[in-house]
């Protein structure tokens, strides 16, 4: 797997590749079971954590892929794929609900946080419209 930083996401997502956008805290590729679904990854705080090691990048925790039709389920780790068991529907539910719990979790640390977050974030992406 090649990671490429990436102001905005191309529309042409190439499989193989992860497109990484800092400014927009988003990683998108093609899913790695080659079925050609593009697989979008937020990076927050309660998605998705990007590890840069100045040569390979590391996605944590792994990714589901429930809502497609291949179910696959894989780490990305120093750009290589680790594949995982799918999971059952069961698992799948338990991880969802353990997932709004931490969401629902953080949120209610930051509150009063979160609108400052989404202003800058709003910023940065006029400014990038403007100077594009
Ligand atoms: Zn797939």
């Not at 996401?9 to 805290?25: C, D, L, M, R, T």
């Not at 899913?31 to 593009?38: A, D, L, M, Q, R």
């Not at 719990?101 to 009063?112: L, P, R, V």
């Amino acid at each position: 797997m090649q990671h490429k930083f990436v102001e905005y996401i191309p529309e042409e997502v190439i499989e193989g590749n992860i497109y990484i956008s800092v400014q927009f805290a988003t990683a998108v590729h093609k899913c790695c079971c080659g079925c050609g679904e593009e697989v979008v990854t937020p990076i927050t705080p309660t998605d998705w954590k990007l590890i840069f090691d100045g040569d390979t990048i590391s996605l944590n925790p792994s990714i589901g892929n429930w809502s497609l039709k291949c179910r696959s389920h894989y780490f990305i780790r120093r750009n290589v794929i680790q594949w995982c068991s799918s999971w059952s529907e069961q698992q799948v539910n338990t991880n969802k609900l353990q997932d709004k719990i931490n969401k629902d979790k953080y949120f209610e640390h930051s509150k009063g946080e979160e609108e400052p977050i989404l202003l800058i974030k709003l910023w940065r992406y006029l400014k990038a419209l403007i100077t594009s």
